[in-house]
């Protein structure tokens, strides 16, 4: 009895079929279907200031130049060691349009776990915020690192040179020099969907040393269209352009949001795999508002979600609301980096590629 015979299938999404095509195109096609569909729309809601879908397509396709600017590419891991904030999403896309590969971290991971995963990995670049980014310094000695991207968490710019006592002074650049005066237009780069690797997911290491997990770009695509889809009652079509999107098909009334019109708040980690594929991408294609927040906070996340209610915050996230500021801040209040020494003598470590 197959996985689709009527017997596994009565409780199927009410219309969507039993099997979908999936179109073959990288990641960065959802970025690029849901900025042309959802344009001046929320796409992110952060501390108080917002993101539209537009504006992270061009903040998207700045910080892919400015990596490869930087002779980062095809071939190329970037990790992202960062919590729910603006800027994973922006460095998420980015890399991935440049033609390299992402790699998440924890940020709460220790300094030896990173290290390792870090060289593991093969990770030529890693992207953290400023209050994260002691064990980062600790790390950088044991790895292939070569440049340190540190985003700033009191909405503002980092300040790299100072930061851990100048661990980064010769590797380290601010998020935003990195796309900055680049092109808004997303690179020309030659993507293979079916070999080049987007994502070296690492397992939660509760059975022995974390692994990495290699998946190309149509993997992620097609779990990325089964959340999407599935959660909708839609289908994966192209938008004339190479974007992708998708279309709805399911009864009238029987999902309750339309495309376009959800609200979500969301603390599922995007540096999970789970958070990547069904809180970032799958949201973002059926162009839903994501309110992120980068830990659990009880109180503030029952506050949104209140918010979330009101016809007033559903109207503020339409194509009709002004652009804000960037939304640089990751936390409502600041506190110092725990930056330890860095020391010459650290033992080095031969990185493997996964």
Same mark, same amino acid.
């Given at each position: 009895?197959?996985a ?28 690029? *279907? %849901?900025?042309?569909?959802? =344009?001046?729309r929320?796409a992110?809601?952060? @501390? !108080? #200031?917002?993101?539209? $879908?537009? /504006?992270?397509?061009?903040a ?10 930087r ?12 919590p ?6 922006i ?69 790299v040179?100072?930061?851990?006592? *100048? %661990?980064?002074?010769?590797? =380290?650049?601010?998020?935003?020099e990195?796309? @900055? !005066? #680049?092109?808004?237009? $997303?690179? /020309? ?31 992620v ?29 399911g009864?009238?009334?029987?999902y ?16 999970h ?27 503030a ?13 559903? #109207? ?15 936390a409502?209040?600041?506190?110092r ?16 590629r996964?």
């Amino acid at each position: 009895m197959g996985a689709t015979s009527s017997e596994h299938t009565r409780h199927w999404f009410a219309g969507v079929p039993h099997s979908l095509d999936y179109p073959d195109v990288p990641v960065g096609a959802i970025l690029a *279907g %849901a900025a042309r569909r959802w =344009g001046d729309r929320t796409a992110l809601h952060h @501390a !108080g #200031r917002d993101l539209s $879908f537009a /504006e992270l397509a061009r903040a998207s396709a700045r910080f892919a130049h400015g990596l490869i600017a930087r002779g980062i590419g095809r071939g190329d891991v970037v990790a992202l060691h960062l919590p729910n904030v603006p800027q994973f999403a922006i460095a998420y896309y980015g890399t991935l349009l440049a033609g390299a590969t992402f790699s998440p971290c924890n940020p709460l991971l220790p300094p030896d776990e990173l290290a390792f995963q870090l060289g593991d990995c093969g990770a030529v670049a890693v992207v953290t915020l400023d209050l994260l980014a002691g064990s980062v310094a600790e790390a950088l000695d044991r790895t292939k690192v070569r440049t340190v991207v540190v985003a700033g968490s009191g909405g503002g710019p980092a300040d790299v040179a100072g930061l851990c006592g *100048g %661990a980064f002074a010769e590797c =380290g650049v601010a998020f935003e020099e990195v796309g @900055a !005066g #680049r092109p808004e237009e $997303f690179p /020309e780069v030659e993507i293979d969907a079916r070999r080049d690797l987007a994502h070296i997911a690492y397992t939660g290491g509760t059975t022995g040393r974390s692994k990495g997990v290699m998946l190309p770009h149509r993997n992620v695509v097609v779990n990325t269209l089964q959340f999407a889809c599935s959660g909708t009652g839609s289908v994966p079509e192209l938008d004339g352009h190479g974007g992708l999107t998708v279309r709805s098909v399911g009864p009238d009334g029987e999902y309750p949001t339309p495309l376009g019109e959800g609200v979500i708040v969301s603390v599922a980690p995007w540096f999970h795999a789970m958070g990547t594929v069904g809180y970032l991408n799958s949201q973002f294609m059926t162009g839903t508002t994501i309110v992120s927040h980068p830990r659990l906070d009880v109180p503030a996340f029952l506050s949104d979600m209140g918010t979330c209610t009101r016809a007033s915050w559903r #109207r503020s996230c339409s194509p009709t609301r002004p652009s804000r500021a960037p939304p640089w801040s990751a936390a409502p209040t600041r506190r110092r980096a725990s930056c330890p020494p860095r020391s010459s003598s650290a033992p080095a470590r031969s990185p493997r590629r996964s």
